[in-house]
T-cell receptor
Framework: AQSVTQPDIHITVSEGASLELRCNYS??????LFWYVQSPGQGLQLLLK??????LVQGIKGFEAEFKRSQSSFNLRKPSVHWSDAAEYFC???????????FGAGTRLTVKP | GAVVSQHPSRVICKSGTSVKIECRSL??????MFWYRQFPKQSLMLMAT?????????EQGVEKDKFLINHASLTLSTLTVTSAHPEDSSFYIC????????????FGPGTRLTVL
């Protein structure tokens, strides 16, 4: 079945530490890939997206993600986490021109002082 | 660019009443708009897809008579929760897709509905 998987429900990191949030997808075709962040009670903010080209994508707030076709993954990374990064992170995919966005279950990030 | 607004941001209503939520694309034309529902600590679930001037397409399990969607213009879609009940309490998020590019959606800030 087609799906988007975020294996980690909750991650805790210390401020200043590096971060990697995992996302895997299961679709026949290469999808368009997105990472969103959501603070409590707020809407979604786009961090970055991958459509084609360079598989290492730079986003806002110091985030980056790498598309690995062989692993069907699009993991989100940040070299040094700030306390303000504590939020819920969602990976999402759209199949080309299918106009149908599917979300992973989300990963909640807690940042320790 | 590509800003989407929602109104109201929060609404509290009594059980049995109807509530209308507006979704507007402020600086682009949204040929297609989407409505999502998000329960606490859960992901977004697509409820329906609406194209301007057409009837909405509902996801399996979503009651179309309960969640009325109107997409009368390229900048406005409305979701009306009819005869709301406490189990309809949720966070509702809309998004819009530009006519030229259906592969990216722009999300509104969400509406928190609480039904007493």
């Amino acid at each position: 079945a087609q799906s988007v998987t975020q294996p980690d429900i909750h991650i805790t990191v210390s401020e200043g530490a590096s971060l990697e949030l995992r996302c895997n997808y299961s679709y026949g075709a290469t999808p368009y890939l997105f990472w969103y962040v959501q603070s409590p009670g707020q809407g979604l903010q786009l961090l970055l997206k991958y459509f084609s080209g360079d598989t290492l994508v730079q986003g806002i707030k110091g985030f980056e993600a790498e598309f690995k076709r062989s692993q069907s993954s699009f993991n989100l990374r940040k070299p040094s986490v700030h306390w303000s990064d504590a939020a819920e992170y969602f990976c999402a995919v759209v199949i080309y021109n299918n106009n149908d966005m599917r979300f992973g279950a989300g990963t909640r990030l807690t940042v320790k002082p | 660019g590509a800003v989407v607004s929602q109104h109201p941001s929060r609404v509290i209503c009594k059980s049995g009443t109807s509530v209308k939520i507006e979704c507007r694309s402020l600086d682009f034309q949204a040929t297609t708009m989407f409505w999502y529902r998000q329960f606490p600590k859960q992901s977004l679930m697509l409820m329906a897809t609406s194209n301007e001037g057409s009837k909405a397409t509902y996801e399996q399990g979503v009651e179309k008579d309960k969640f009325l969607i109107n997409h009368a213009s390229l900048t406005l879609s409305t979701l009306t929760v009819t005869s709301a009940h406490p189990e309809d309490s949720s966070f509702y998020i809309c998004s819009g897709a530009r006519q030229a590019n259906y592969n990216e959606q722009f999300f509104g800030p969400g509406t928190r509905l609480t039904v007493l």
